[in-house]
């Protein structure tokens, strides 16, 4: 096992651990649960138990609303992309894939922008503390990710290499436009002491229109300096660079360059600045003097800004193979020895090595959460950049970046949806680990648990399908919600437990004489024979119907064939036989002489299983009411019989 790059955070948790006794923990999606077992330490004294469980988050990131945003708009972006790989395969899909290396950087900058203005408007320390930070991890992501769509999706070569880094310079190093507003606001812009760094900080970042408007206001307010400012500006308006529609040959522009080079030393080595210390500096930086760039450290910032501004003016057709020479040599100038490189710092250096691996590696270890190497990783595996590069267990890199940030997205209440996308494109293990957090999704709410289910039905997820509709029923259930407990039971298929809740609708009939959700059990359709007793319920429902329709023949038919099929429960039989009661004192016969021997063996069996189940101390304390009510039974069959064997007997006739 490789060895760790840096320790481990250490989360101190206080009150945990102070009574000497094991500390128990379980596991959760992005959480972890600590709390004091009983079982004590060797040798330690007994000691009360600490009385709280503790929870520890590993992501806090995914609960901050403005990030939440970041992960819902960058979802789309994922989603958007793997669709159209699948749509032009094959095809050179550059240009797509730095579009929508842009698009991430787009949402990266505007969670900035308004973590910003959230840290502004805040008065609470600690919260603007936190806001801060965020900042400044969101600010190294969109700088780390720009510098390596530059050097591998968009894998410029000399020259335009050179007018990429220089965009990303001034894109996120903003100083200099600081300085220059603070002296476009004074009164004598010129006389600011702040002015000639403005000047000077435009030209580290070739922008020379922008430093040559500046100098045009030296060149109008002092008489003296007119002609030294006529020659700079000359100079400055020279400067060869580079166009991106590559109109000109690198053989062309060095040409070009080194005679403005030349130029520019001329006028060095004759004085024609001396007289003007400020100008003399801004001349040296043009022919690339690194101690004078390297004093203007402050302008710059950062030594990638240094490292920028020393290519432009001593190599600006550097190949990218000759960068992390460049770059490293840029760091140790800036740094001399004063200080240790910071975690950006190696993230920036990796990427100038073109050692994707390390700068994934870098990030991970600094970063909070898995939004950045996740996605960057896919975006540079869209690239090709990582075909050669398998996990030990099989998984290749992007997989399982993708694996772990879906995972971390199932421990937020609403994220969770989004982290179904990410393993539908795990083509290994994405289908293995989206059944095992669906399981683990809580069911609050019957819409969310319908959510779940959607997703779950379409992937064919079979057993998950059954464990939501299964523990949905169950909530149902002990919340007294039959209906629901039923829908939910049948989609499930579960027979065992549409069985126990139509037993439930029977006992309420018995109980109060009327059924709920009958409009669930009115439309059950094929759905009743799930189970014998749903089946019974189901018909049961429609006898009541037909009775109430008028439609006595069907209905007395119905009723017979549900007591001889012997599906109901036992503690039914006495309800059905009463509910022929009706029947039985109709003017007209309704039930045949056959139908009321049946019903006479119904009776009959009845009693005979109840008194083989009952105890005979129990038959003498039996309700008074149920043997009237067995009377009433057989004296209405006894005259139904009679009155059907004389209407059979006389239609005969």
Known sequence: MEELDVDPAETPIPGLGQQNRHIGFSWGPGDLLLYETLYQKQGSETAARCPFMYLVRSDEDIYSPVLRKLFNESHSIFVGLQKSAEENAGKSRKAQLVQVSRNYRSVLRACMEEMHALSESTREPSQNTKYISQISILSAMELSWNLCEILFIESAPAGPLLILLLDWVRLHVCEVD????????????????????????????????????????????????????????????????????????????????????????RHLQNGTFSSNPHMEVVCRVLVGDEEVILEKRDLMTTWYHFLVSRLLFKHPTVKPTELHFYAQSSLDMFLAGNSSPEPLDNILLAAFEFDIHQVIKEFSIVSSNWWFVAHLTDLLDHCQLFQAHNLYFGANMREFLLLDYASGLFSHHSLWQLGVDYFDYCPNLGHVYLELHMERVPLNTEKKALKALRICEKRQMTEQVRSICKTMAMQSLCNGRLGSALSWSIRAKDAAFATLISDRFLKEYSERGNFTDLDLIDNLGSAMLLSDRLTFLGKYREFHRMYSQEQFSEAASLLLSLMTARIAPCSFWLTLLLDALPLLEQKQVIFSAEQTYELMRCLEDRMAAKLDSTSPDEIQKQDSVDSTKIEMLRLALARNLARAIVTEGALQE
């Not at 000047?199 to 970042?205: E, P, S």
């Not at 109109?247 to 030393?265: I, P």
């Open 178 to 265: 600081n300085i220059v507003q603070d002296v476009l606001r004074s009164e004598r812009p010129t006389e600011h002491e702040k002015f000639w760094d403005g000047v000077t900080g435009y030209v580290l970042q070739g922008r020379m229109n922008e430093a040559r408007q500046l100098l045009a206001k030296e060149a109008s307010s002092s008489v003296s300096a007119r002609s030294m400012c006529r020659v700079l500006d000359d100079l400055l308006k020279k400067m060869p660079m580079l166009n991106t529609a590559g109109t000109q040959t690198l053989t062309e522009f060095e040409l070009k360059w080194q005679h403005w080079r030349e130029e520019c030393e």
